[in-house]
Nanobody, 120 residues
Framework: QVQLVESGGGLVQPGGSLRLSCVAS????????MGWYRQSPGKQRELVAG???????NYADSVKGRFTISRDNAKNTVYLQMNSLKPEDTAVYYC??????????????WGQGIQVTVSS
């Protein structure tokens, strides 16, 4: 049906930056909200940042001022620019998209996750 593929993760030193990308493909009529979640060992998956099709954004308090979410609707792509990274940002990051795949049917889809490690 719909596939979400993340890229851009890796190892970075504290204070560094990374940019995550997530491309949605497949049976897509339109995409409503898109967002990034993360999960670290022993913790629940949490919302990092989200954006609506109209461009409204929201962020977890822990990343406000450091992370920026953006999207390219023409490319069905969402980005997460992560600056001033901290060791506590280490987690597997997941892309999520609320997709209308066969109008008016819609559901959420997840990417496979990508590791981000912040360490010196």
């Amino acid at each position: 049906q719909v596939q979400l593929v993340e890229s851009g993760g890796g190892l970075v030193q504290p204070g560094g930056s990374l940019r995550l990308s997530c491309v949605a493909s497949g049976s897509i009529f339109s995409i409503r909200a898109m967002g990034w979640y993360r999960q670290s060992p022993g913790k629940q998956r949490e919302l990092v940042a989200g954006t609506t099709s109209g461009g409204t954004t929201n962020y977890a308090d822990s990343v406000k001022g450091r992370f920026t979410i953006s999207r390219d609707n023409a490319k069905n792509t969402v980005y997460l620019q992560m600056n001033s990274l901290k060791p506590e940002d280490t987690a597997v990051y997941y892309c999520n998209a609320d997709v209308i795949y066969s109008y008016p049917l819609a559901r959420g889809f997840w990417g496979q996750g990508i590791q981000v490690t912040v360490s010196s």
